[in-house]
């Protein structure tokens, strides 16, 4: 048998994680092995992101960047995976033939057998939208790019049509699993030694819906059965959404420890003509209602949010709702970004475009608020003892690793190496907007 190698790379959200996890357990099943990087590798895969327009640049130069080694020694071939794939990998396909493989999320299950016949037998596999949708890959999860922590995909795709939003058009309709697969993919991880399940989804808290029209219960009771499976000592969800998250949610997190009291949940603007204007179905009173909720049914809980600055059409006193907002509700973080118009979504065709040098004045404006909010919260950690899952290596500073607390704060802490995927009592000693530093006790 040929030796077949593979390296996988990932720009994007942990959808494309969870799909280069799968990806990389049937390409194990199938005698392929994994690479150490790119060079040596047969075939990069590359999973990539559509959601702004810098990602999809980053993307075009990486696969630019391949041209070079391919046309000295027709190696590594390029797997070219995920949402951008979907809107344009068949351009790109035609003009760049080191891409011998391209699908977008729904075609990924063609994806094994494509890489393997591309490398038989030389022939290129290029789905597009004509392409038949195909059934997703049905590995057992095994191989997962991280031991201990793993993301399971529950629903795919999203119907919820965000004016500024791409993802409806590179994921496609919503569409839930059925809980029987989940349930069976988070037993086989937890057999596996994995103790840290986040479930995944656009919209995580419409579960279901897809089944028979009503949503109701159905992701809560999806999360009870999760977190009962033994072994699991963390559950997370993300990403919820302000106008289907149901208070049945926060009576399951109340029930059981195990799952963790961090919320995701995407505001996206703080007034609402420019909530209306993209389509988000809720008003500021009423998200402000809802975290308020949350706080109250879980006070030790993080709530996170994501907000776009510079939206078609936002006025000045609209964008400082923004701020106003932030002041207001104090999330431990956010995700913040400068809006990025994508071809294709009713927003981009607006006529009242706000100038890019003014969208990224605001970002770093309203990037000052939260940065001051999350240096005051975290600096309130300090002296505390917090369980923290012990992870990687953090990026910088040897001899740390990075842990979790159930909260998803990032702790660094000195330990060794072989700490990783233990769950410790570390005291907070330092802190910043953006991580604590803490000491095992
Ligand atoms: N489903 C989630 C929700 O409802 O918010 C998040 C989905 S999206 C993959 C992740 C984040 O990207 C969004 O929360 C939004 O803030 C940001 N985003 C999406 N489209 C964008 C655009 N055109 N420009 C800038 N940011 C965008
Ligand atoms: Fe995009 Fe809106 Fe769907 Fe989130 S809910 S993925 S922002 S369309
Ligand atoms: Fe990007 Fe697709 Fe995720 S557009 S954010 S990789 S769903």
Redesign the pocket.
Known sequence: MIEKSFFIRIIG?QMNVYDGDKLRGELLSRGWREADGEDGADFVVFLTCS??ERAEQKAASEIGKFGKKWKKSRSPRLALLGCMAARIGSGLARKFPWIAVTAGPAHIGLVPDAMDRALETGERFIADRETQAADPISCAPRGRGNPHKAYITVANG?D?F?A????PYVRGRFASRAPEDVLAEARALARNGVVEITLLG??VDAYGRDFDGDARGRFASLLNDVSAIGGLRRVRFA?S?PSDFTDDILDVMRDRPNICPSINL?V?AGSNSVLRGMNRRYTRDEYVSLVRRIRAALPESAVTT???VGFPGETEEEFEQSVTLFEELRFDLA?T??????DG?P?ANRPDQVPPVERARRLVRLNGVQAEISREINASMVGRIYEVLLDEPAPRGEGLLQGRTATDKVVLVRAPLEMAGTFREARVTGSSPWCLEGELV
């Open positions: 959200c959601v702004r999203c919820q965000c500024y939003c791409i993802v656009q919209n990403t959404h995407p996206q994501d907000l776009i995700h970004a400068a809006y990025s118009p994508r979504t927003a």
